[in-house]
């Protein structure tokens, strides 16, 4: 008994087969959280990794990836170990082009160059990639504009938005009728929660996924942030989940 107990503290330790169902009018959508900015997608028979980090046991249970997106070139986002871990041969990779740049020794079915504002479909899903990038622009920033991509991703009635790594920036603030967002905040690299409940409250996404939320400072209060969301607007629903199992 003991063992078995100790067994499903490890199995929760480590985020394993955690999913939410979100309902669409064909079919369930699930959604993994993984680590820090990574997550899966499942839809039908169809698996997404978004941003594949932190090695393959995040993955334990999961498919092999169909479609791999990837938002930047920082190593929590194009992760070469992770990809190496993973079996990817079969994989479509979308990327921005300075993605592509860096995508040797990386096996894939392919990969296609998706930059700021172009869309395209895998599979019977729309994909756009939408700007990611901080304030102000200037030659220093962390995350140039035009680099890096948020990701749009329509699936059945539903519409996702993956931020990337960006700054409460008018494109985000200008989104419409999304479903489910991810949206990092954490400094200096990204957002503070007030910027990003900010962004959220103008936006107003039917739920919204706080990720990629670690910074130099540690892990930014989610709490709070989904404290300020809630206080101005309550029909937000937002979802706070173990990014971070380790800790």
Request: proline share 4%.
């Amino acid at each position: 008994m003991k063992n078995i107990i100790l067994l499903i503290l490890c199995l929760v330790s480590l985020n394993l087969n955690a999913q939410d169902l979100i309902k669409t009018n064909d079919g369930d959508i699930k959604i993994h959280p993984i680590l820090h900015g990574t997550l899966a997608i499942e839809y039908q028979n169809l698996t997404i990794y978004v941003d594949p980090y932190g090695g393959a046991k995040g993955f334990k249970g999961l498919n092999d990836a169909d479609l791999i997106l990837i938002t930047d070139i920082h190593g929590d986002h194009l992760n070469k170990n992770t990809l190496n871990e993973l079996n990817t041969k079969n994989s479509y990779f979308i990327v921005p082009e300075a993605v592509a740049q860096q995508m040797n020794g990386i096996d894939n079915a392919e990969i296609e160059i998706l930059n700021n504002d172009k869309s395209t479909s895998f599979q019977g899903i729309d994909i756009t990639a939408v700007p990611m990038y901080n304030l102000p622009v200037d030659e220093e920033s962390r995350h140039p504009k035009g680099r890096g991509n948020g990701y749009l991703l329509n699936i059945a009635d539903k519409v996702i938005y993956i931020s990337g790594d960006t700054e409460d920036i008018p494109e985000m603030r200008a989104l419409k009728n999304i479903d489910i967002a991810f949206v990092c905040m954490n400094l200096p690299y990204t957002m503070s929660i007030d910027q990003a409940s900010d962004a959220i409250l103008e936006f107003k996404p039917a739920i919204v996924y706080p990720f990629h939320f670690r910074g130099q400072g540690g892990l930014a209060d989610v709490e709070e942030f989904k404290s300020i969301v809630n206080s101005e607007n309550k029909d937000i629903e937002v979802r706070l989940r173990n990014w971070y199992p380790s800790n």
